[in-house]
């Protein structure tokens, strides 16, 4: 079964640091580029962040550049985000999600169920 | 940043109606467009791709179309399992971007 699995949210003080992970299984893993979505409960779905298959190339949206480092490790088939300097809007339900591999920029094939994020003092 | 805007944001209808999604963009994206289902307590569900391509498995009642910065989801003889929120996304781009959402509920 092809399974993306989000982990690692929880309570974070603001300023704090958290490393989310997603572990993948079913698919060869480093062949895909992953991304991380967020969504504030009740709201949209907002990019965060992208690495490619390889971990060569990575972007950001504005807000977490600089704050959050996506990572992979292809041996043990899993994504991180690690997060730093939070704030009370960087909480949310995080997603990783899988990117199609038909091309060079694809839609998300494949999503995790979400793990949550709180900011909160 | 390219921007997306879902109309309306929220839309009722009844089980056998056909709905129409708009999803416009700030500048034109091509066909560069997917569209995603979500329901309560779980994870989008990939529909279309390039604007009109249904994803393997999805209900030929949901269509796509539109180029440049203007496109529609429909969704014809509506079933019980399609009320959901409904996001676009522009992807083909190092920062994809999603449309705010619609949600479709049940008149």
């Known amino acids: 079964e092809v399974v993306l699995e989000e982990s690692g949210g929880g309570v974070v003080q603001p300023g704090g640091s958290l490393r989310l992970a997603c572990a993948a299984s079913g698919f060869i893993f480093s062949d895909y580029w992953i991304h991380w979505v967020r969504q504030v409960p009740g709201k949209g779905l907002v990019w965060v962040s992208r690495i490619k298959g390889d971990g060569s190339s990575t972007n950001y949206e504005a807000s977490v550049r600089g704050r959050f480092t996506i990572s992979r490790d292809n041996t043990k088939e899993t994504l991180y985000l690690h997060m730093s300097s939070v704030r009370a809007e960087d909480t949310a339900l995080y997603y990783c999600?899988?990117?199609?591999?038909?091309?060079?920029?694809?839609?998300?094939?494949?999503w995790g169920q979400g793990t949550m994020v709180t900011v909160s003092s | 940043d390219i921007q997306l805007t879902q109309s309306p944001s929220t839309l009722s209808a009844s089980v056998g109606d056909t709905v129409i999604i708009t999803c416009r963009a700030s500048q034109s994206i091509s066909r560069w467009l997917a569209w995603y289902q979500q329901k309560p307590g779980k994870a989008p569900k990939f529909l279309i791709y390039k604007a009109s391509n249904l994803e393997g498995g999805v209900p030929s009642r949901f269509s796509g179309s539109g180029s440049e910065t203007v496109f529609t989801l429909t969704i014809s003889s509506l079933q019980p399992d399609d009320f959901a929120t409904y996001y676009c996304q522009h992807y083909n781009t190092y920062s994809p971007t999603f449309g705010q959402g619609t949600k479709l509920e049940i008149k």
């Open positions: 999600a899988r990117e199609r591999d038909y091309g060079p920029a694809e839609p998300f094939d494949l």
